[in-house]
C-alpha cells in the first residue's frame, strides 16, 4: 500500500540556518512526489514536484527537495531560513501504478524559524 | 483572480442538519477534489472528479454527497451531520492528469463545526 511518513511534528531552526523538513514514502511502482506549504487559516500552496529526471528538484521561494530513492526519501531543504518560511509543511506521493491517480499526504510538519 | 473558490469560510451546524459546501474554479481544470484536515491525520481524500460528469471515492466518503454540476462547480453535501465531521474542509483542482502538470490549486478552506 502507498504510503507516506513526515518523521517529525515540529521543526526548529534558527533564522538564517539551512533547514531540512524529512518525507519517506512508500509505493508500488515509481513514485510522484510533491510538496505542499499551508500558511495559517489558508489553503495548501504547490512548492515543488519530482516526476522524473534531476534528482534535485528547485521549487518556489528557495525550496528545493532531494529525491533519494535508494532510501526512499524527499526530503525538502532550503539553504537560508526566513521568519516567513515559518508554516506547515506537507508531502504527498502518487503511485505510477495507481489508476485511481490519488495523491496520499504525510500528516505534515510545523515549520518555526526563530529571529 | 484566478483560483478555487470555496463558500462558506466558516459554519457552525447542529446534529442532524444538512448543508452543501460550494466549490469552484475558473481555471479551466478537468479534476476536482474534496478533502478534510483533521489535526495530525493531514489530508484525507472524500470525493473527487476526475472529469465533468464523473465523480469517486476516496478515502473517507462515509456520511458525504458530492455533484460535479459542470466544469466549473464540485459541490459536497452533508446530508445528516454528526459531530465526527468538525473539521476544515479544502475544495482543490489540478489540470492534465489529476495533478501531474502544475500540481493541486486550493481553496481557502471551510471551517466547519457540528455541535
Known amino acids: 500500500a502507498q504510503s507516506v511518513a513526515q518523521p517529525e511534528d515540529q521543526v526548529n531552526v534558527a533564522e538564517g540556518n539551512p533547514l531540512t523538513v524529512k518525507c519517506t514514502y512508500s509505493v508500488s511502482g515509481n513514485p510522484y512526489l510533491f510538496w505542499y506549504v499551508q500558511y495559517p487559516n489558508r489553503g495548501l500552496q504547490f512548492l515543488l514536484k519530482?516526476?522524473?529526471?534531476d534528482n534535485l528538484v528547485k521549487g518556489s521561494y528557495g525550496f528545493e527537495a532531494e529525491f533519494n530513492k535508494s532510501q526512499t526519501s524527499f526530503h525538502l531543504k532550503k539553504p537560508s531560513a526566513l521568519v516567513s518560511d515559518s508554516a506547515l509543511y506537507f508531502c504527498?506521493?502518487?503511485?505510477?501504478?495507481?489508476?485511481?491517480?490519488?495523491?496520499?499526504w504525510g500528516a505534515g510538519t510545523k515549520l518555526i524559524i526563530k529571529p | 483572480n484566478a483560483g478555487v473558490t470555496q463558500t462558506p469560510k466558516f459554519q457552525v451546524l447542529k446534529t442532524g442538519q444538512s448543508m452543501t459546501l460550494q466549490c469552484a474554479q475558473d481555471m479551466n481544470h478537468n479534476s476536482m477534489y474534496w478533502y478534510r484536515q483533521d489535526p495530525g491525520m493531514g489530508l484525507r481524500l472524500i470525493y473527487y472528479s476526475a472529469s465533468e460528469g464523473t465523480t469517486d471515492k476516496g478515502e473517507v466518503p462515509n456520511g458525504y454527497n458530492v455533484s460535479r454540476l459542470n466544469k466549473r462547480e464540485f459541490s459536497l453535501r452533508l446530508e445528516s451531520a454528526a459531530p465526527s465531521q468538525t473539521s476544515v474542509y479544502f475544495c482543490a483542482s489540478s489540470g492534465g492528469q489529476l495533478g501531474l502538470g502544475g500540481g493541486y490549486t486550493f481553496g481557502s478552506g471551510t471551517r466547519l463545526t457540528v455541535v
Open positions: 519530482y516526476i522524473t529526471g
Open positions: 504527498a506521493v502518487r503511485d505510477s501504478t495507481d489508476s485511481n491517480y490519488q495523491l496520499i
